[in-house]
């Protein structure tokens, strides 16, 4: 995804829905880029923070309250805009594109990697899906692609994430699986049940290929 929105080193980068700041981290120390997170959930926003002081990147890594459907950055003041696995939550996906759009200069690029649906899902599988993970209802690749052009961006490459991610998917479910375990075994929170359960469809769905990953990358024209 890095290499795909040209980050390189000094590239000013924001990565949107920013979570504990994994992605800006990688970002700031793997390739020397600036980058500011920007994430909606307080505990997460001060959760990367602290991670991000601990590892001394600091300086040219931030991570900062806010929404990705009206973001707090200067317009055409970005050379990259990364997301990762997180658009599939944001209620109104064309928004926070456009908001990518508009901070974006002239010929950078967007890159990100989301959740669609191959066909419509079951109403009981949606409702799972919101319920246990904030999914909110999702999109074909095609309707993807029109939805990114419709503010003014061009599409380089839709790649299909889908047989790379099944076993990914697979191995985190174990995880999660373990951990409850160990967790119950010592009679602590096992965490969300609904989550639980609504990840078990999940990579279900992903098997069954009725919902798949994809990485898209997409450039920012001038306006006529
Ligand atoms: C699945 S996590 C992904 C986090 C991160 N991108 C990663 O890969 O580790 C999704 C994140 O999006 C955040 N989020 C959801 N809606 C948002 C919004 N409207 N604006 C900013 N962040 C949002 C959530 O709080 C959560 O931390």
Not at 39 to 63: C, D, K, N, Y
Not at 153 to 160: A, C, E, F, P, Y
Request: aromatic letters at 6%; hydrophobic letters at 40%; one cysteine or more.
């Amino acid at each position: 995804m890095a290499r795909e929105a040209q980050v390189s080193n000094g590239s000013r980068v924001a990565d949107f829905c920013a979570g504990l700041g994994g992605t800006v981290r990688y970002l700031a120390h793997k390739y020397g880029a600036d980058v500011t997170g920007i994430e909606l959930t307080p505990a997460r926003v001060s959760g990367a923070q602290e991670l991000t002081r601990r590892v001394g990147l600091h300086g040219t890594a931030r991570i900062v309250e806010g929404n990705v459907m009206d973001v707090p950055l200067p317009d055409a003041s970005m050379d990259a805009v990364v997301s990762q696995e997180a658009f599939c939550h944001i209620p109104d996906v064309k928004r926070a594109v456009a908001e990518a759009f508009r901070i974006l200069r002239t010929d950078s690029r967007l890159a990100f990697t989301d959740w669609i649906a191959n066909q419509p899902l079951t109403a009981a599988d949606a409702q799972l899906m919101r319920e246990g993970m904030a999914i909110q209802p999702l999109r074909t690749i095609p309707e993807y692609r029109s939805l990114v052009e419709s503010v003014g961006l061009r599409v380089i490459s839709t790649t299909d994430l889908t047989e790379e991610w099944g076993p990914i998917l697979k191995e985190r479910l174990a995880m999660y699986q373990l951990l409850r375990e160990e967790a119950r075994q010592a009679g602590t929170p096992m965490g969300h049940d609904a989550f639980h359960k609504s990840y078990i469809r999940f990579v279900d769905l992903i098997h069954e290929r009725k919902m798949g990953g994809v990485r898209m990358v997409v450039t920012k024209l001038p306006r006529d």
